[in-house]
């Protein structure tokens, strides 16, 4: 599911650099646009994904697509020094998923491994994650063990438009650092 721009404003970090995972139609990079960020990466393990994206981004050099599984995507990602210089510590959408699974502690661990300064993490779909098999206190430990002093907030999430013009309240879990 996308998310609203003005949930990705309220946490961007002062890099303005958004990561995603699982880019679909490009409905999140462009939210991350609208909300201000300056460089993002997205990654899709689904070739025909990152083909629409490339055409509907094409021309911005801010927009980077991967086209591999996620958590090959981020340790690629963060193994890239260029990439590193640039980011900063980051803002981190995960929302690569199945019908039945999700990568998501996976990716969570790829994070921690990287030892970034510290990131903005948000998470899609908390609503579907027993669903996928993924305990609430298993995640909350895997976000924890990337910085055991991150705020966490609830926000909205939303369908995928036209198809799903729903709103899934306090879907998005957010992992944050107050920064002046
Ligand atoms: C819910 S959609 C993403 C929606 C998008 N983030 C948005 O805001 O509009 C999930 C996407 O994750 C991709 N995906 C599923 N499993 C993946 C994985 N293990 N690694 C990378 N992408 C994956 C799917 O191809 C699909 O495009």
Same mark, same amino acid.
């Given at each position: 599911?996308?998310?609203?721009?003005?949930?990705?404003?309220?946490?961007?970090?002062?890099?303005?650099?958004?990561?995603?995972?699982?880019?679909?139609?490009?409905?999140?990079?462009?939210?991350?646009?609208?909300?201000?960020?300056?460089? /993002?990466?997205?990654?899709?393990?689904?070739?025909?994904?990152?083909?629409?994206?490339?055409?509907?981004?094409?021309?911005?050099?801010?927009?980077?697509?991967?086209?591999?599984?996620?958590? *090959?995507?981020?340790?690629?990602?963060?193994?890239?020094?260029?990439?590193? *210089?640039?980011?900063?510590?980051?803002?981190?959408?995960?929302?690569?998923?199945?019908?039945?699974?999700?990568? /998501?502690?996976?990716?969570?661990?790829?994070?921690?491994?990287?030892?970034?300064?510290?990131?903005?993490?948000?998470?899609?779909?908390?609503?579907?994650?027993?669903?996928?098999?993924?305990?609430?206190?298993?995640?909350?430990?895997?976000?924890?063990?990337?910085?055991?002093?991150?705020?966490?907030?609830?926000?909205?999430?939303?369908?995928?438009?036209?198809?799903?013009?729903?709103?899934?309240?306090?879907?998005?879990? /957010? *992992?944050? /650092?107050?920064?002046?």
């Amino acid at each position: 599911m996308p998310i609203l721009a003005e949930n990705i404003e309220r946490f961007l970090t002062p890099s303005k650099t958004f990561i995603e995972t699982g880019t679909l139609w490009g409905d999140g990079i462009q939210a991350a646009l609208d909300a201000g960020a300056e460089r /993002v990466w997205s990654i899709d393990s689904a070739p025909q994904a990152i083909k629409k994206a490339q055409e509907r981004f094409a021309g911005m050099p801010s927009v980077r697509l991967i086209c591999a599984n996620s958590v *090959a995507g981020l340790e690629r990602l963060f193994r890239d020094p260029e990439a590193r *210089a640039q980011m900063g510590a980051p803002t981190i959408w995960l929302d690569a998923h199945g019908s039945h699974d999700s990568p /998501v502690l996976e990716e969570l661990t790829v994070i921690r491994n990287a030892d970034l300064p510290t990131p903005n993490i948000l998470i899609d779909d908390m609503r579907m994650m027993p669903w996928w098999g993924v305990e609430i206190s298993t995640l909350m430990d895997s976000v924890r063990s990337v910085y055991n002093l991150y705020h966490i907030d609830y926000v909205d999430g939303c369908g995928q438009w036209p198809r799903d013009p729903g709103m899934y309240p306090k879907d998005i879990m /957010v *992992a944050y /650092v107050e920064r002046s």
